[in-house]
C-alpha cells in the first residue's frame, strides 16, 4: 500500500502560476508511474498528466500540453505539477495517483493508489 498526499492548492489569478507537490510513502517498487488527474464540480475525473519511473518519460491531456509540466524527484518520493497561465476552466480538485503501467495510468481504473486531493481555483 502506498499512501499518497498532496500539498500546494491555492486560489490564483487567471494567467498566473501553481505548484502541487504529491508526497509518496510505502512500497513503490521500481516501476511505479505517477499520475495527476483533476476533478471540477459536476464533472468526471479526468486525466491531466502522467510520469514514468524514470522521470523521462512524460504524457499530457491536450486540455493542458504546454502549459502544464510534470516531474518527479525519485530521492524524495515526490512527485510535481507546476501549472502555467492557468485558466477559469482548471478550476477542480487536482488528484494524485500512481499505478504499475506507465502506458494505461491515464485510466482511472488502473490507478492503484490516490491522494486525498487539493483545490485548485482560478479566478477571472
Known amino acids: 500500500q502506498v499512501q499518497l498526499v498532496e500539498s500546494g492548492g491555492g486560489l490564483v489569478q487567471a494567467g498566473g502560476s501553481l505548484s502541487l507537490s504529491c508526497a509518496a510513502s510505502?512500497?513503490?517498487?521500481?516501476?511505479?508511474?505517477m499520475g495527476w488527474f483533476r476533478q471540477a464540480p459536476g464533472k468526471e475525473r479526468e486525466f491531466v498528466a502522467a510520469?514514468?519511473?524514470?522521470?523521462?518519460?512524460?504524457y499530457y491531456a491536450d486540455s493542458v500540453k504546454g502549459r502544464f509540466t510534470i516531474s518527479r524527484d525519485n530521492a524524495k518520493n515526490t512527485v510535481y505539477l507546476q501549472m502555467l497561465s492557468l485558466k477559469p476552466e482548471d478550476t477542480a480538485v487536482y488528484y494524485c495517483?500512481?499505478?504499475?503501467?506507465?502506458?494505461?495510468?491515464?485510466?482511472?481504473?488502473?490507478?492503484?493508489?490516490w491522494g486525498q486531493g487539493t483545490q485548485v481555483t482560478v479566478s477571472a
Open positions: 510520469i514514468s519511473w524514470s522521470g523521462i518519460s512524460t
Open positions: 495517483a500512481g499505478g504499475a503501467s506507465y502506458w494505461r495510468i491515464y485510466s482511472r481504473s488502473e490507478c492503484d493508489d
Open positions: 510505502g512500497r513503490t517498487g521500481s516501476t511505479y508511474a
